[in-house]
């Protein structure tokens, strides 16, 4: 434990306040809390293009938020903005700079925190961005995890005259800049949380998103994560694997669940934590019924989830695991508050990945309650407000009931349509009911029903549930797109890997290959369509889409969807054909589905053609259509402002701003806009110049072009080229030449341009260098990146090419122009010309060195020589995870073991999750060099430092998963004790290599190159057929690495991988073809040598 101060103090109300909270109200109030923060690095100066990262289930890209790969090692002492809300029952502490989660969730009757109260703020590598926080709720949207999770957001309270008080939180989504809004509410009359969530898509896009609420609760073996009693399966991510619950009853994340039952009882109950060994994540299936929780066995406490079945069917939980892993990760979250479980609520889904879809200009509002529980166990049965349990025990029936609301009620038993019992008490928020009653003969609570009753209404009841029969459906890879000649198949899966945000599956071939099949496929076309849009080819889009057209409107001039007219109608506008694509626009709210969003486009239009009274008409429309709807709202009061209506303007304003007091679009409307990310300045900016109010673009452009560099990124360079271009439109040339100026001269540190308005504008600044016989590297450079962000390697490295021969030296640009070189397929050594030129312009920065020595091993540059170049470059090579662990291989490879062990023994390292194995694999290869230099002269020192590293050091940031490779430290730890005359641990280190993780490790895989050791072991033991088993499965992966490239899981749910450059390693996959045969060879050879040695003895 840290020796600073590690505990939150949670400030008493202002006097105010205190009055509300004993007068029975709600209090409400903003007050920073001092937490102990171990703080985030610096965002990466350089943006990173992952495009081959698997995160959570789903696509990892990260382009454009700036990205943190490095925490604070020492913690401070920081003032957190923090907003506390609390009634008589339940006080929470809301934390608006961490992406608005609920931090602390605390039950006053029991004096318990219901939610992990997480002490100190200690971020770890798990986010989507790089840091990440434990404890209380983080709301997750639009994928996983929040890509905003580490980011502030904005903040208003809202007090009810039912006195319940809201706190509300709104932000942009990093990534797809849709709005997501959620208000954390207490009511005066409950203990329950409400939150709920208004999710606007402000994009003309239909965007997939999904909404886990992740909740963390405290655990220890006495914890029980509880879920309706008619589930009987939950599934892995994806579901590619299920199992029993709660009992487990097959092996499950590669445990072997039932052998562990066999020995100990209960080790199959995966609803207990202590059970689970290693991280886990299982998702409820099938259930009919609304809520699920957590309980506190110990401290005889909890807490109830409950939302709406039809919407909310996700019910998740999530551990580490009790075992080296989860300790490992424990102490890179916290410093003493210890494990925690997540018990995650999904809303319009149940799995991850998986995603709903939400249309351009659509809203949705949902709510999901939660509120604690005492006393009575598990629940078996809840609703939103009361919560019951029931067990039998020989005939004894024992009834909980916990409720979050002060009432009178009956608890009705009834057996076999007779009332047994009728029990009237008060109940509420921290006095719960327990009855007892003999019920002679009763074995199960199936035979009884409970009920508990308010004024005769039915509060909550047991009954006994209809099970689901067979097991649910399991998730199947689909077929290479070749291999599928149905066009209904290939366009079903192409729409599944484009919703899922498949991270290494692209959906483009299997609509090509319907092309193949039917060239003028509507369907196909519209896709590929939908496509170039998105990657700014606004005229390959038409031409798509005037396919589409000539089959869908050849016998129907009116179709049955809008898609066509509406996909037209953006492209036309974004080629500035305005009369084509308003026409577009209007034509496309003929399909009801897209009378919303081609009723916006048509507002747009209008207004930007001057045909105001028309504009509003369609505004007016919109609004009607979804009156929560702020971009309708927003139209409507800047067509009524230019129809000389200011009163019926500013009247409209303020209702739509009541309603929505954080929307940015109608607080810049108001000239009121005041936010954290620079961004939405540029963002609202867009949204006046696309309807022709121009001032207001400038003015907002302006205001973005001031804030410079931050956590967001830096929207300066992109505001002063969109001045320009629309000074340019007014012929205020000089002006525009000015604002050019600026573009290329102010700061563009973590200028990351995203999103069709900005490549536009990028586009638009090219074309006017251009046009005057010169070329704007700058706008060049970042278009480059633009491109590099939507994944056109080819077109990325043309533009990117054509910046660097435009100069300025940046070393963004370099970098860049290197990865994209070697992505779009270009010499390796020519990007690595580019990548010394901008270590030659900003420096031995350790991120570019690490990447530079990275192409190196591509290009197959030998160890000693790569070794050389990173010593010779003056630099802390110990700065950066990666880059200490590079050049601790090199120093391993040089055989400067000593060198390479006390780096690795001494370094704190920082693992992504999903990333664990490869410090470990460098540490055990360094001791093991090291042991094996000294089991000659002292055994007995060798074996204890082979054994001592079994459980690793803390100083690697990690433990050792079951089924890690551990064979080779055992079989030399093993060799050691024999040499030592210690012949029987020699026995058993030697069983613990065979064995390789026993009953916790079941899970089929390919055979490995650290696999030679368990054959090894074999050999050690006299077990010369299982050895030769072992050298068979080696050359079997040897036969596969030959036939074709190596290719993630399609079922993979973590793969961190990091590294930019794209790549098929045919060098690598010989190489480790060639090792495997090796190994296979030598241990083949060995079992020559002991079976000649066994015939020697018996002759």
Known sequence: MNSLHSHIDLPKPPADQQAILDAGGVACWAEDVDILTYEPGAPDLFPMFFDHRVYQGSDGKVYPLPFVDRIESRPVVKAWHAIHLENRWVRLMLLPELGGRIHIGYDKTRDYDFFYRNNVIKPALVGLGGPWVSGGVEFNWPQHHRPGTYLPVETSIERSGDGSVTVWHSDLDPLQRMRGTHGVRLRPSESSVEVTARLFNRTDEQQTFLWWANVAAAVHADYQSFFPSDVRYVADHARRAITGFPRADRPYYGVDYPALAEERTDADRIDLYSNIPVPTSYMVTDTADEFFGGYDHRAGAGFVHWAEHDIAPGKKQWTWGDGSIGRAWDRQLTDADGPYVELMAGVFTDNQPDFSYLAPGETREFSQFWYPIQDIGAADQASRTAALSVTVDDGRVSIGVASARELTVVVRVERDDAVLLEHAAPVGPGLPIQVHVDVPGCASRDELVVRVLHDSAELVAWRRHTPIVGEPWLATAPAAPGDLDSVDELLLTAQHLIQYRHPTHAATPYLERVLELDPADSRANIALAEIAHAAGDYELSLRRLDVAAARITRRNLNPRSGELFYRRSLS??????????????????????????????????????????????????????????????????????????????????????????????LNAIAGDLDVVDSRTYLTVAYEFARVGETDAALHWASRAAQEGASVFGNAAPVAHYLRAQLLEGFGRSAEAAVERDRARAVDRSLAFPAGLDDADVLRNAIRQAESSGSADGVALGLLGSWLMGARLGADARDVLESAVAAGPDDAVVLRNTAIAVVNAGGDPDRAAGHLDRAVAVAGPLPRLLFERDQLARLRGIASLDRLAVLEGC?????????????????????????????????????????????????????????????????????????????????????????????????????????????????????????????????????????????????????????????????????????????????????????????????????????????????????CGAAARLDEEKTA
């Not at 507002?603 to 504009?615: D, E, F, K, T, V």
């Open 572 to 665: 036309l506008e974004r080629l500035g054909r305005y009369d084509e694509a308003a026409a577009d626009f209007v034509k496309s709210t003929w399909d009801g589905a897209y009378a919303l969003a081609g009723g916006l486009g048509a507002a747009r239009s209008l207004l930007r053609n001057g045909q105001i009274a028309a504009g509003l008409e369609h505004a007016t429309a919109a609004v009607a259509t979804d009156p929560r709807n702020t971009t309708a709202q927003g139209l409507r009061v800047l067509a009524l402002r230019r129809l000389g209506r200011a009163d019926a303007a500013a009247a409209a304003l303020e209702d739509a701003r009541a309603a929505d007091p954080l929307d940015p679009f």
């Open 874 to 1086: 003056g630099a802390d090579l110990l700065a950066r995870d990666d880059l200490a662990l590079a050049y601790a291989e090199l120093l391993l490879d040089a055989g400067r073991t000593t060198e390479a062990d006390a780096l690795l023994t001494q370094r704190e390292f920082q693992p992504f999750e999903g990333g664990e194995g490869q410090v470990l694999a460098a540490f055990d290869r360094a001791t093991i060099a090291v042991a094996a230099h000294l089991v000659t002269s002292d055994p007995r020192a060798a074996a204890a430092l082979l054994d001592g590293g079994i459980e690793p050091p803390r100083n690697l940031g990690e433990g050792r998963h079951p089924a890690g490779p551990l064979a080779e430290r055992l079989v030399a730890a093993g060799d050691a004790h024999r040499a030592a005359g210690d012949e029987q641990t020699a026995r058993a280190r030697w069983e613990q290599a065979r064995t390789a993780g026993g009953p916790l490790a079941v899970a089929p895989r390919p055979a490995r190159l650290d696999d030679y050791w368990i054959g090894v072991a074999h050999l050690r033991l006299g077990e010369r057929a299982d050895a030769d088993t072992t050298w068979d499965a080696l050359e079997a992966t040897a036969d596969a690495l030959g036939v074709a490239a190596s290719a993630p899981d399609y079922f993979a749910t973590s793969l961190p991988q990091m590294l930019l450059f794209s790549i098929d390693d045919v060098i690598g996959r010989r190489q480790a073809a060639a090792a495997l045969l090796e190994a296979a060879e030598r241990g083949r050879v060995l």
